[in-house]
Structures are given as C-alpha cells and as structure tokens.
C-alpha cells in the first residue's frame, strides 16, 4: 500500500517533478542500489527496481517516501556526489543517503526536493490521512431478499432491524482518537504481562497465552524475532498484518488488542481463541455435516466479505488459520499475505499461500483478483464436507497439474446444493468463478446451499453454533498441540555472542518498525507512535 495520499495507480506521468536513476543506500545491508527515482508534484518520492513503462500504470514502489518539509544534505565522502534527504515514512522522520552520477544531476534533485518542499512548507497536509478515507458506501436494495447479507458483509444497518446491527464496522478503518485515561497510558511492554503457556512456535518466534496484570484478561501474544524477519525478507508481510489488524474489525477476524516492539522483537497481543484450530475438528471428526460447514462457510463469507470491501485480498485461506473461539464461533487468523488497495478489477501478481489451496490463476503466473479468496473457500469448504482436499499429490508438480486440469469429485452422499456451490466456488477461470463479479460475497449469499441462512442473526452471533468446544476453563489449551503446551515458557537475556551491533546498524533495524505499536482502547483506534527504547530483553528460542 502506497503511503503518500494517492495510490500508484492513480498516479500520471504528467505530475512527475523529476525522474531519474540514483543509488539508494540500504537499510539493513548497507550497500548501494540503483533505483529509478520519481518525484510527483503532490511532495511523493517514489523509487523503483526498474524504470516504469509508458503508458501503463506505475508499479508498486520499492521505496515510498514525502517530501514535504524536507531537508537535504551534501556529502563528498565516502562517495563524490552524496545527498543525504530528511523526510516522511508514513509520520515519522527518517533520513535516506543517495549518491548521482554527477554534481549536475544531485543538483537537479536537490532543486527539485527544495522547491517541493518549500512549495509545501508549513502545511498540516497529512497523506496518511487522505489515504484512510473511506470510500462511499454502495446503496443497498431494501427489498432484496439478500439486503441482510448486504448489511452484515458491509457493516451497516438494515430497515427493520434498528439498533440490533447498527455498529459500522468500516469505521474502524480510521484512526480515532481516545480521550480517555486508559490511551494515555504508558507504553505496553512485555512487563505488563504474565506468560502462563507456549500455545505454538516456529520459524519466527513463538506464540504465548498470556495474561495482562492490569486487567487478568487473557490474550495470545504472539512474539517475532526482528533479526529473522529482516533475514527472511518478510519485514512487508510483517507491517502489512499489522496494518490489517489495526484498521479492520469484525465478529470473525481475530482481534488486536496491543501491538508493541521490544528491542528484538514485535508482538502482537491477540484474543485468545481456545477452540482450536478448524483443521483439528476436522481431522478429528473425518468430515462435517453440510449444516455445520454451512454454519462456518456462511461466517467466513461474511468475513472474506467484509475484508474485500475494505480493499483487502485474504491470499491465506487454509483449515490452519480458521480457529473456533469458547462459543464455536470462527476466528479467522494470520493475516502476514493479505495484499491491500485490491478492489474488483484489481490484480495482483506475488506468488505467495499454501500449495493445496493455491488458485489456478496464480499458479498459471496470472495477475489474480480477491476471486483467489473464494477458490480458498471452496477449497476449505469441501474439506470440511468431503474429508480430504479437492486436489492432492505429495509430488507438488503434480498437485498444480490437478490443480490447474483435475476434475472435481464428490461423496455420494453429497447433496446437489453442496456438490453446486463446491463446483462454482473451484471454477478454474476466475472470472466464471462463482464471487467472481463485482458483488463478490453477495453471489455466494445468493447460492442455494445458503438459502436457509440468515446473514444478520449470524453477523450478530444470534445463530447457535452447531458444536461448542468442549474446554473446561479461559486457559483451556487441551486443543492446542501438546508439543508446545508442554514446554516451559523460559524468558531470558538474549546471547550477547558475536559482534554486537553498531548503533547504526540498530538504528537502520528499528527503522523498519517504528509505526508498529497500536492499542486497541474499548472498541476505538489509538496509535501509539514511539520509537523503540531500552526495554528489557528476551531470547524466545
């Protein structure tokens, strides 16, 4: 997602300032890399791995930052040539070094980023807040036999239900201020927590229950090695969960209560969903009866749903990242490969999600829409209805071969409305897929399978849940892999072994993450911009 107040898309060749190459210096290996630079008149300084093409929309950049209030400096060593440009990422200050190819060229982009500047000097303009306006809200059919689906996937009220579903969730897209003494709070450390059991751990840290001294709720925190995610080239996967997590909220995605940074690592403090797992369930039962997938497909429509009106592609569909809360309710977590600014006609190309639940368009090498959210969907849902995936081979060549050609099979048991939503949900030409159009979750409302549904008792949690965990208390873990449960949770110094860091070097790590801490105050958004301080550190294994 573009930081400054338009996004690359909307972006014309006849507002650039200034284009040319330069060399960047790297944030984290500090070496020199040619990027093509553009300054646009509106203050953006945009920075590219290759020139744009004529006459087609620009790509989206590698470097992204505002010029406006500007200060530039002139460096002869260790290059001839260096400048060195105060600005704006995001709402924070940083300072970039950039050296030309001559005294003529670095002349022109200073002239040209102290004219922008100046040109802007004093303003309040806040891009961040143009970007955060939402869009206007299409106008609902009330006699619709769908406008309950309509309102529960958008947020918004319908005639005859008044006050019952009245909460818009998309206002929670943007930042609002708290005024009370809870936001004024000190900063959330790890100290404001007692870690009770390790719920998960991987690649990049582990994942804790946890319960918060202040108040003794219980949250999972989940805590990332900084070093690993920078390592790993997952710093933009990392920011973007966070992003998501703060501005959207719905009764099925998980929640974000907190996010924070100690020295080393960032944390994400969570609900806690103890159900377990979808994956667990169904592993456990071999398949579900077409009433209980009904119950949690219509859930994770009206969440896919909703995350598509705020221009949201999921990209991570999988029985591993739909939990059940205390209630049987779905939970729908891990939000590292969501992909913003996607609306319908909007494509994307990264190849990123899970074999088995990959689309045929992305592994064609497509530019893909949020359509590959619905593929993920029909993917999860026959799980739960058939006991196995639709497409499946151990040899991964051949698993995108089925994928892309295999033909769909389907129990005898199988009711007709099922076997037809399965079949219009892995149509492998998205644009035939059903959720393909431009009303999206509104397509799939409308299938048959779904015609005894009623989409706002069900946004509003009225509709009893077909199976209820069986967990005996809040820090029940029984449904959580006793691998992990098991291990103590051992929070020490980190090894202080090898070189240590120069404060550059540390400088340029924090750098990435200095708009990540967040505090979610009774219902309403607080960012907490602060840059990371002396706090205790811990070696998370």
């Not at 002869?76 to 190819?101: D, H």
């Not at 159900?275 to 077409?290: A, D, Q």
């Not at 409305?417 to 644009?431: F, N, Y």
Request: proline share 4%.
């Amino acid at each position: 997602m573009s930081m400054t107040s338009l996004s690359t898309k909307s972006r014309r060749q006849e507002d650039v300032v200034i284009e040319g190459w330069l060399h960047k210096k790297g944030e984290h290996i500090r070496n020199w890399r040619p990027r093509y630079f553009m300054i646009f008149n509106d203050g953006a300084l945009l920075g590219f791995r290759a020139k744009p093409k004529e006459g087609q929309p620009f790509p989206e950049p590698l470097n992204d930052f505002m010029i406006k209030d500007a200060a530039t400096m002139l460096f002869e060593k260790p290059r001839p040539n260096m400048f060195m440009v105060r600005c704006l990422q995001w709402t924070t200050v940083i300072e970039r070094t950039f050296y030309a190819e001559s005294a003529e060229v670095r002349q022109r982009w200073i002239h040209a980023i102290e004219s922008i500047s100046k040109k802007y000097k004093g303003t309040n303009a806040n891009p961040q807040e143009e970007l955060m306006e939402t869009n206007q809200q299409p106008k609902i059919d009330e006699d619709s036999e769908f406008a309950g689906a309509a309102h529960a996937i958008m947020g918004q009220p319908s005639s005859g239900h008044g006050d019952n579903c009245s909460i818009d969730f998309r206002a929670s897209m943007i930042s609002i201020a708290d005024t009370s003494e809870a936001a004024k709070r000190d900063k959330i450390t790890m100290e404001d927590f007692d870690f009770l059991k390790v719920l998960g751990k991987g690649t990049f840290g582990k994942v804790i229950l946890c319960k918060e001294k202040r108040t003794q709720k219980l949250y999972a925190i989940k805590i990332l090695k900084k070093d690993v995610i920078i390592a790993r080239e997952e710093v933009a996967h990392t920011l973007t969960e966070n992003r998501v997590l703060q501005r959207c909220k719905h009764p099925f995605l998980t929640e974000l209560k907190y996010s924070f940074q100690e020295q080393h690592y960032l944390c994400f403090v969570m609900q806690f969903a103890n159900g377990g797992e979808l994956f667990t369930h169904v592993r456990k039962c071999g398949t579900f009866s077409e009433p209980r997938a009904r119950f949690y497909g219509a859930e994770i429509v009206l969440a896919l749903g909703y995350l598509h009106r705020c221009d949201i592609v999921y990209r991570d569909m999988k029985l591993e990242n739909l939990l059940l809360d205390k209630d049987g309710h779905i939970k729908i977590a891990d939000f590292g490969l969501c992909k913003e600014e996607i609306s319908f006609g909007d494509k994307t190309s990264t190849f990123c999600g899970t074999p088995e639940y990959l689309a045929p368009e992305v592994l064609d090498d497509h530019d893909y829409g949020r359509c590959v959210d619905w593929w993920g969907v029909g993917v999860v849902m026959y799980e739960m209805m058939c006991g196995r995936l639709p497409f499946y081979s151990k040899d991964h060549n051949k698993l995108f071969e089925l994928i892309m050609a295999g033909d769909l099979r389907f129990p005898s048991k199988l009711s007709q409305e099922a076997r037809t939503l399965l079949t219009g949900l892995l149509v492998k030409d998205p644009t035939q897929r059903l959720g393909g159009g431009p009303e999206d979750a509104l397509e799939i409302c409308r299938a048959d399978f779904f015609r005894t549904v009623d989409w706002e008792a069900t946004y509003r949690k009225e509709i009893e849940p077909p199976y209820k965990p069986n967990v005996q208390s809040e820090t029940d873990t029984s449904y959580f892999d006793n691998e992990f449960t098991s291990q103590p949770v051992q929070l020490t110094p980190p090894s202080r072994s090898g070189a240590l860091a120069t404060v550059d070097e540390q400088e340029e790590m924090q750098s990435n993450f200095t708009q990540f801490s967040f505090h979610n105050v009774m219902g309403s958004i607080n960012r907490i911009h602060e840059a990371s301080e002396d706090n205790e550190d811990y070696d998370m294994g």
